[in-house]
């Protein structure tokens, strides 16, 4: 069974950094997809950031570019969204997602199977 387990959000100020942890079970091979999303009170769940396992390619949606970067510890199964400059804007509820068939479009949120708990992000002005 996939487990996925964030972890590390908390509340900074404005400019300030974070760094959400996910960390993987269960799969025998390394996901095809693995993505980080957000969800702000009354708004729809939105894709932040996805990176391929096979090529390490990275997407990022626009309101994080330059920002917000995807490392991950292969040996650790873990995925990492690192996370500065933050805006007031960036308060929501982070998740990460996993996915091991195909996918076109890594910022959807129909192209997950698996699915963290999240982790919630509270940036202040």
């Known amino acids: 069974q996939v487990t996925l387990v964030e972890s590390g959000g908390g509340s900074v100020e404005t400019g300030g950094s974070l760094r959400l942890s996910c960390a993987v079970s269960g799969y025998n091979a390394r996901p095809n997809v693995m993505g980080w999303f957000r969800q702000a009170p009354g708004k729809e769940r939105e894709g932040v950031a996805a990176i391929f396992g096979r090529s390490d390619s990275v997407v990022y949606a626009d309101s994080v570019k330059g920002r917000f970067t995807v490392p991950r510890d292969n040996a650790k199964n873990t995925l990492y969204l690192q996370m500065s400059s933050l805006k007031p804007g960036d308060t929501a509820m982070y998740s990460c997602?996993?996915?091991?068939?195909?996918?076109?479009?890594?910022?959807?949120?129909?192209?997950?199977?698996?699915w963290g708990q999240g982790t919630q992000v509270t940036v202040s002005s």
């Open positions: 997602a996993a996915e091991d068939g195909p996918v076109t479009f890594p910022l959807h949120v129909s192209a997950y199977k698996y």
